[in-house]
Structure formats: structure tokens, C-alpha cells
């Protein structure tokens, strides 16, 4: 004869244990059917699907999760001596801990993945989020553990939290620049290849954006490293957004004596020239010549509005414009003239 949640069982208590774990799995089986059941119908209602990541991690590790907890809630009704019962519901408890945190660190890392694929600034850093949020649910299970193991857990939180200031106050501009590392990947204001010029005058190609550090390539085939913090907070102008293609305007003067309707045409005609024998100059937007800033001091004063492919490209395109229109010029007789200033000196009356 054995008793049972205050109910006498004509069985001994060995054939009546195993009956309470079978029913025990039995009703744990049920649960875990109903929540998924629950679960399905609330992500229908709501329009969503749940696939196989989803699913998956909740047939592992709900169900023994259920189990678990069953048999720690009839424990106390199954009469076993004080040693055996403390060390069976210390067990119990540490394969729950860990069960819930299997479970919770798996619905947090699809979480986060479903947003990595909704987010363009959340999938840029879903290595560091992934492997922060790992380590969260593995301190925070290793803190549960070895508070169920009896370790007292003041003197170990004591201590990191000394050693974490004395480490965060050592390691400060290098955290400085972790975090702005993960903004710039986040934000992606810049990424590898752009040609982009800092508020400081650096210019350069983007090698490579680091955790601590960004590396540019200058035209002098140089390298620059900028650490991510003084990056972060620098006005940056990326010449390759939002296309590589910019404009170049080259000022060109002219004597008073020029028509300026020639000297437009002439203009145009070179830069049509020069596109198929000049790399990197574009025939489209097509070029265009404006009387700006105009009347000079000594000069009719043009500028000649052309497009390039890329920001490295304009020096060479700039360089062969004008030695083209010097030779038109000189062709057509057009007059490029020496700055002059006409000085008048007025005597004062009496002078030496």
C-alpha cells in the first residue's frame, strides 16, 4: 500500500513510481502538443508562418522542459529520504535551468535573425549581436548553476565587477573604438571601396573597416588608419554615394575680344572629342558650358561642366581636357590673356 497526493494506492511504491513517470511524460506529451497547437494558431492569426527554426527547437527541448517540471511538482508526494529527495530536486532543478536556457537563447537567436533578414543595420552586425547574446544566456545559466550547486555568488560578482571597471577603465579607447566600429558597420556610411575624403583633409580609397581601426588608400598608394572613434565622429563625405559618377567643372577664361558663343561651341566640340580617347570621361549627362562667373577683371570667364566615371579618375580627365582646348584655342585664335590691372595714380597737388 502506498500514498499518493494524500490517496491511499494499493500498489508498492516500485510499481507505483514508474506509473507516475508514464503519466507524467503522458501529460507532459499533452502540453507540449497544446502550446505548439496555441503557438500555431497565434502566429496564423497574426499572419505569420512558423518553419522549421521555429519548430524545431521547441520539439527538443519543451517537452523534456515539461517533464521536468512535472516531476518537480510531485517531488515532495513521493516519500524518499531527505538526502535522496534534496539531491533529486537539486538535479531536477539544474536540468530545468538548463533546459530553459537552451530554449530561451534559441528563440532569442531566431529572433534576432528574423530581424537580421528585415533589417539592413541589424544584419550588418549580426556576428557581434549573435556571439553577445550567447554569452548573456550562458552567464546568466552559469550564475543560475551554481547558485542551485549551493556557491555563493557574492564574492565572483564582487570581484568581476571590480575586475570589469579596472579592465573597462585600462581598455577605454579601445572600447571607444569597438562600439564605434559596430556603428559604422551598423550605419554603413561608408564600406569598402568608396572614395571618401574626413572633415581632418585625409582622402582615400576604403580598404578595410575594422573593430578598432579603418584603413584608406590614398592616390599616393598610401595607407591612412583612422581610429573607428575619431571616424565616428567626423563629418565624412563619401564620394562614391549615391554613385560613383560626379561632376567635374573646369574654369576656363578668354579674352574680352572672344565671342562667347564660339567659345562655348568650341568647348563642347572638344569635350565630345575626348570622350572615346580619354578614360573615365562620360558622354552622358552630356557636358555643358555656363557663362559663370562671367565678366573678370581682365577675362571673359567660363566653366566647362563634365562628368567622370569615378572621383580618381578626374585628374587625368581634367589634364587632357585642357591641353585640348589650349591647342583649340590657339587654332582658332583664340586668346587666352595674362591677368592685368590698369593702376591710376592720381598726384596730389603741391607733391614732391
Known sequence: MSEFLGIEIPLTPWVL????????????????????????????????????RISRPLELYLFPLLFVMGLLFIEDEVHLPVKILLATNRFLT??????AIFLLAKASLIVLRNLESRYGAVNNI????????????TAVGGMLVLDNLGISLTPVITTLGIGSLAVAIALQDTL????????????????SGHYVRLESGQEGFVERIGWRSTSFRTLQNNTVVVPNSKLAQSIITNL?????????SIPIAVSYQSDPQKVE?????????????????????????????????????????????????QGQVQHELRKRILKRFEKEGLEIPFPIRTVYLKGEAGGK
Open 17 to 52: 513510481l514508474p506509473l507516475i513517470l508514464i503519466a507524467i511524460a503522458i501529460l507532459a506529451y499533452l502540453a507540449n502538443a497544446f502550446i505548439l497547437w496555441v503557438i500555431r494558431k497565434v502566429l496564423q492569426k497574426f499572419s505569420l508562418a512558423i518553419d522549421q
Open 265 to 313: 561651341e568650341i568647348l563642347l566640340d572638344e569635350v565630345k572629342r575626348a570622350v572615346p580617347e580619354t578614360e573615365g570621361l562620360l558622354d552622358h549627362p552630356e557636358p555643358a558650358v555656363r557663362f559663370i562667373p562671367g565678366f573678370g577683371d581682365f577675362s571673359l570667364n567660363f566653366t566647362l561642366i563634365c562628368h567622370v566615371r569615378r572621383y580618381a579618375d
Open 126 to 137: 549580426r556576428g557581434p549581436i549573435e556571439v553577445f547574446t550567447r554569452i548573456l544566456f
Open 176 to 191: 571607444g573604438n569597438f562600439f564605434a566600429g559596430l556603428h559604422l558597420k551598423a550605419d554603413r556610411p561608408i564600406e
Open 94 to 99: 539544474l536540468i530545468g535551468i538548463l533546459l
Open 240 to 248: 562614391s554615394l549615391p554613385e560613383e559618377r560626379i561632376t567635374v
